[in-house]
């Protein structure tokens, strides 16, 4: 039985700190094989740059997956293809930078991990069918790896677990981000593959999705523009962990797992 550990978005300096004090722990403490986390947030609520992906990665995380807001961080597409442990989504145009997958290793055991964007309700046009490009990806990823998982980047629920049944019994597991939210559906679906609408984020929950409250608030009531700030309190880690079977590559269990600072 291996153990992977995804880890839902990571939101500012808050979410960075705790991922960096807590992976060591539970890597040790639940004998995890893999930690995968979503950094789309990591760079002040909004991207990521490249001193901040390598300082997760030294953490102890072993990949990082990004979101629709991959390039929001100036000069990032010029260093997002010397980065080896990242990738952007892989529903984006093949002319943008950076890899669409990853391929972790770990026990002689390989697991492939990519994101796909829903397009329900999500800003970015550009991005192609998440259920056809899932279906090329896992035929293209299906002889270089031992697992498969999938991680969609979306806004609604349906379109999430829509995913999660055209896909079970063909990769290990369809993990849901970018709400910020955890759910309460963590299940194996009966095919074997693993899924929850989304993981959670990593960072302060005293917040609107990690931003401080009185700015969002108040954008709600008059609609002007305001400046959302990266909250600080009530820091946690939240994730999925998932238990693979080294044979099957079936998943045998799913758990929400969160941590307080």
């Known amino acids: 039985m291996l153990k992977l550990l995804f880890i839902g978005d990571i ?17 040790r403490e639940h004998g995890i094989d893999f930690v995968i986390a979503n950094g789309e947030n990591s760079a002040a609520g909004a991207g990521i740059t490249g001193s901040i992906a390598k300082s997760i990665l030294e953490s102890g995380v072993d990949a990082i997956t990004l979101g629709d807001h991959v ?29 669409d997958h990853l391929i972790i290793e770990k026990r002689g055991f390989r697991v492939a991990v990519f994101t796909v964007l829903g397009r329900t309700y999500m800003n970015n046009t550009k991005a192609d069918c998440p259920f ?34 055209h896909l079970d019994g063909r990769v290990s597991a369809v993990l849901g981000t970018h709400t910020h939210v955890p759910t309460a ?14 993981v959670g984020m990593s960072g302060p929950y005293a917040s609107v ?5 009185k700015p969002v ?20 880690l939240s994730g999925a962990l998932v238990e693979i079977g080294a044979s099957m590559a079936h998943a045998e269990k799913i758990e929400l797992l969160t941590v307080r600072r």
């Open 217 to 236: 608030v108040a954008k709600f009531l008059d609609g002007m523009p305001r400046r959302f700030e990266v909250a600080t309190e009530d820091v946690r």
């Open 11 to 27: 939101v500012g300096r808050p979410g960075r700190d705790i991922v960096s004090e807590q992976v060591p722990k539970l890597r």
């Open 71 to 99: 390039w929001d961080q100036r000069g990032w597409e010029n260093e997002i293809g010397q980065m080896e442990g990242v990738c952007r989504p892989a529903n984006l145009p093949p002319s943008n930078p950076g890899r």
């Open 132 to 165: 056809l490009c899932a279906d090329r990806m896992i035929e293209q990823l299906r002889q270089q790896a031992d697992a498969i998982i999938v991680e969609i980047h979306a806004e609604a629920t349906s379109e999430k677990q829509a995913l999660g049944w």
């Open 185 to 198: 559906d963590a299940q194996v679906l009966p095919k074997g593959t693993a899924f929850i609408c989304d």
């Open 209 to 213: 999705l990690g931003r401080d409250v």
